[in-house]
T-cell receptor, first 112, second 113 residues
Framework: DQQVKQNSPSLSVQEGRISILNCDYT??????FLWYKKYPAEGPTFLIS?????DKNEDGRFTVFLNKSAKHLSLHIVPSQPGDSAVYFC???????????FGPGTSLSVIP | NAGVTQTPKFHILKIGQSMTLQCTQD?????MYWYRQDPGMGLKLIYY???????DKGEVPNGYNVSRSTTEDFPLRLELAAPSQTSVYFC????????????FGPGTRLTVT
């Protein structure tokens, strides 16, 4: 039972264009969402987060949008750069869960 | 400030052997976690700790044990290794659970054969 889903295993985008990574969740009790970025042979690093009381959070080139009614969030990267090529994990926490649940990840390739 | 360090980086273990994966953090975080990542899958929580002397099971604890005698160290013990434990293991720490971001170590790639 996957509570956090990232239905696109991979995504390819041209440098300078927008990258949109999607994430869906099933548990309406989740109230905090995070995105992590992972390069090969390294541990994940925190990228950006959003609380359920907001519908948007922005940090430089990265913006996360939350649609609570659809149980959907997305990460926008504008403009995309080759250094953004990595695996991106969506994660959720809250409610009865005192731990973070991770999605399976989306591998982003930004083509120069 | 080294953050979260893990040793070893790689290891090959024979079926039935035991070993300990080491994890140390220097950020004075109370919360520490062990995850495993299998190909194409997200991170699965094995065990976590909310402070020295306190540990609890995550989603996939079978075949593993942990201890937390100090704030800094959170070793993961594999007893009687099985091929199903072939995975990449990540240790992480955080200031708090839930909303706070976790800081991850570089991972240990373990093969059981």
């Amino acid at each position: 039972d996957q509570q956090v889903k990232q239905n696109s295993p991979s995504l390819s985008v041209q440098e300078g264009r927008i990258s949109i990574l999607n994430c869906d969740y099933t548990n309406s009790m989740f109230d905090y969402f995070l995105w992590y970025k992972k390069y090969p042979a390294e541990g994940p690093t925190f990228l950006i987060s959003i609380s359920s009381i907001k519908d948007k959070n922005e940090d430089g080139r990265f913006t996360v949008f939350l649609n609570k009614s659809a149980k959907h969030l997305s990460l926008h990267i504008v403009p995309s750069q080759p250094g953004d090529s990595a695996v991106y994990f969506c994660a959720a926490s809250g409610g009865s869960y005192d731990k973070v649940i991770f999605g399976p990840g989306t591998s982003l390739s930004v083509i120069p | 400030n080294a953050g979260v360090t893990q040793t070893p980086k790689f290891h090959i273990l024979k079926i039935g052997q035991s070993m300990t994966l080491q994890c140390t953090q220097d950020m004075n975080h109370n919360y520490m976690y062990w995850y495993r990542q299998d190909p194409g899958m997200g991170l699965k929580l094995i065990y976590y700790s909310v402070g020295a002397g306190i540990t609890d099971k995550g989603e996939v604890p079978n075949g593993y044990n942990v201890s937390r005698s100090t704030t800094e160290d959170f070793p993961l013990r594999l007893e009687l290794a099985a091929p199903s434990q072939t995975s990449v293991y990540f240790c992480a720490s955080s200031y708090s659970r839930q909303g706070y971001e976790q800081y991850f170590g570089p991972g240990t790639r373990l093969t059981v054969t």
